[in-house]
């Protein structure tokens, strides 16, 4: 009912940039929001950049000034350009959305629905 799909990941040398794209769409819920979340080896999952559909954003303190959340509503896909990528952003970075029946609570994005994940590797 509701499918998420990343591309865009790959391999850069630091200082590089990738940009990743996710797609998520329901014919049955409202999609309150979408972000990223990522995993670098041997750690939790982490908050990266998430967007409202309202178009509120929120940046983990670490990318802020190097990454960019953005949305295109009528494509239902939110981007995350990165640049100035150091080693310490490889990760294996995941997709994740929110959506609801009945409408968006208030309050931050709380995402349901998760991408399978897409690797990113900044090495020289």
């Known amino acids: 009912q509701v499918q998420v799909e990343e591309s865009g990941g790959g391999s850069v040398q630091p200082g590089g940039s990738l940009r990743l794209s996710c797609i998520a769409s329901s014919q049955f819920f409202t999609r309150c929001g979408m972000g990223w979340y990522r995993q670098p080896p041997g750690k939790d999952r982490e908050l990266v950049s998430i967007?409202?559909?309202?178009?509120?954003?929120t940046y983990e303190d670490s990318v802020k000034g190097r990454f960019t959340i953005s949305q295109d509503v009528s494509r239902d896909t939110v981007y995350l350009q990165m640049d100035a990528l150091k080693t310490e952003d490889t990760a294996v970075y995941f997709c994740?959305?929110?959506?609801?029946?009945?409408?968006?609570?208030?309050?931050?994005?709380?995402?349901?629905?998760w991408g399978q994940g897409t690797q990113v590797t900044v090495s020289s």
């Open positions: 967007i409202s559909s309202g178009g509120t954003t």
């Open positions: 994740a959305a929110e959506f609801r029946a009945g409408g968006c609570a208030p309050g931050p994005v709380r995402p349901n629905y």
